[in-house]
């Protein structure tokens, strides 16, 4: 059914960036995506007027749907994604360096703080010093495998945090393709030194408890070392939903806006 512009419910549905009422109409049979309103336009061409929300996780939801139900516009839609993505870095570049500063100051002040807990676990190890004669100032568990990752797991982690601290003062701020390649570099070196914090907490842990304690050690230990992969899925949960619902039609390379 079309109204007196010639525009069906698909139309309206897809200019709002409603993926789950473009879902909806898409499952009836009898839907065509394909008409046209009096200007020519079709549902899927809606998105080029909304734009501005290109990079929403429901604006992309909309064109893997459109994709699908209206296959012989594909390549247009293609193009529209592409202009899109391009009209994003281009806002992107006005914006960046006051954005990464933002973003530095943040991580930094991260980077920090793990810098110090690591810098003081170190001064403080599980299970204290040695009094005994012939061994004073010796860590107690020194011998003690988990004792043993606990300092490497310690270290990485300064060293990493400590790396990223050092990386935002040197930042060079008037260069665009630096600003995304130190995103995405002190990203990735803050998530390392996430993961190596939280193990070197699990391993100090476990040295400790494991001695009286060792189911507790264990259950511990295990929890903490799996946060980092619950953060992670956390982290991603809007986008693992979308893949779980979309299915074959889900395009991650559609994603690269988001």
């Known amino acids: 059914m079309q109204d007196k512009t010639g525009k069906t419910a698909l139309h309206y549905a897809v200019r709002k960036c409603d993926p ?126 988990a004792f043993q990752a606990f300092l490497i797991f310690d270290t990485l982690a300064m060293c990493s945090s400590f790396a990223v601290a050092f990386i935002c003062v040197i930042a060079r701020w008037e260069d665009y393709e630096f600003l995304i390649y130190y995103t995405s570099f002190t990203k990735k070196l803050m998530w390392f030194a996430y993961v190596a914090t939280t193990m070197a907490f699990s391993t100090g842990l476990y040295t400790v408890l494991a001695p009286r304690l060792h189911w507790l050690a264990t259950g511990i230990s295990v929890l903490v070392a799996l946060l ?9 949960w809007p986008v693992l939903k979308l893949r779980l619902r979309l299915g074959e039609t889900f395009n991650s390379d559609l994603l690269d806006m988001v």
């Open 20 to 145: 789950e009422l473009v879902s909806i109409l898409l499952s009836h049979e009898d839907i065509d995506a394909t008409v046209l309103d009096n200007i020519g336009v079709s549902a899927a061409w809606e998105l080029k007027y909304v734009m501005e929300n290109a990079k929403t996780l429901n604006w992309n939801e909309v064109l893997m749907l459109m994709l699908k139900a209206d296959a012989q516009n594909a390549r247009s839609l293609y193009n529209l994604h592409g202009k899109a993505k391009q009209q994003a870095i281009d806002a992107g570049r006005k914006d960046a360096k006051s954005l990464t500063k933002t973003y530095t100051t943040n991580i930094s002040l991260v980077a920090i703080l793990i810098t110090t807990i690591t810098f003081a676990a170190a001064f403080t190890l599980p299970g204290g010093y040695s009094s005994v004669d012939g061994s004073e100032g010796l860590p107690i568990m020194s011998r003690k495998v």
């Open 228 to 236: 980092p992969i619950l953060t992670k899925l956390l982290g991603e």
